[in-house]
């Protein structure tokens, strides 16, 4: 079955650490996204990459960064430098960089700091 | 891109009809209208999208407006299992732009 697959489910971090969140798509898409939620908000888009080997910020994308060296992945670094990365983050996926036929997302992440 | 209105939140009863509606006074000539489904800890799930008059699906249906400055998105018969959080978008999507805006969504409550 193609879909999104995003790991770990739950990840801990330490002040001051860098963590990687993984991003993997069998779907053939072109464009991936990450997002940040936080409880009983809505979405934020941290980056988003149309092509490989190219990706653009989104409105939060200060302490974090991200690479797209193959078409399948889409990893999320959260640096140290993000003052708060408590919350839960989605990966999606689109056919063609354009959303004509809807995101696909991942189950998400859940980033606690402790 | 168009902004949207939606209730912050609507509580329903298992068995009944449930019709969310979402403003978007600005929406332009290119833009579609597409409404997520999102359970808690889970990502959002595309429901149905249109530009127009009236699309149906086997989950939900979406009536457009000739003006088109306002959706509703209709759940039939909900369960409990219906309740969630709703997200109203409205984007080009013929044009360039890569990403979609969500907000906060309507969330749903149904009760036994």
Redesign the interface.
């Known amino acids: 079955d193609g879909g999104?697959t995003q790991s770990p489910k739950y990840l801990f971090r330490k002040e001051g650490q860098n963590v990687t969140l993984s991003c993997e798509q069998n779907l053939n898409h072109d464009?991936m996204?990450w997002?940040r939620q936080d409880p009983?908000?809505?979405?934020r888009?941290i980056y988003?990459s149309?092509i490989v080997n190219d990706f653009?910020k989104?409105d939060i994308a200060e302490g974090y960064s991200v690479s797209r060296e193959k078409k399948e992945s889409f990893p999320l670094t959260v640096t140290s430098a993000q003052k708060n990365p408590t919350a839960?983050y989605?990966?999606?996926s689109s056919i063609g960089?354009?959303?004509?036929y809807?995101?696909?997302?991942?189950?998400?992440t859940?980033l606690t700091v402790v | 891109l168009a902004k949207t209105t939606q209730p912050i939140s609507m509580d329903s009863y298992e068995g009944q009809e449930v019709n969310i509606t979402c403003s978007h006074n600005n929406i332009a000539t290119n833009d579609y209208i597409t409404w997520y489904q999102q359970f808690p800890s889970q990502g959002p799930r595309f429901i149905i999208q249109g530009y127009k008059t009236k699309v149906t699906n086997e989950v939900a249906s979406l009536f457009i407006p000739a003006d088109r400055k306002s959706s509703t998105l209709s759940l039939p018969r909900v369960s409990l299992s219906d309740t969630a959080v709703y997200y109203c978008l409205v984007a080009d999507y013929g044009g360039s732009q890569g990403n979609l805006i969500f907000g906060k969504g309507t969330k749903l409550s149904v009760k036994p």
Not at chain 1, 40 to 43: D, F, I, R
Not at chain 1, 97 to 100: D, E, M, Q, S
């Open positions: 999104i464009a996204y997002y009983g908000q809505g979405l888009l988003y149309q653009q989104g839960f989605l990966c999606a960089g354009r959303p004509n809807g995101y696909t997302f991942g189950s998400g859940r």
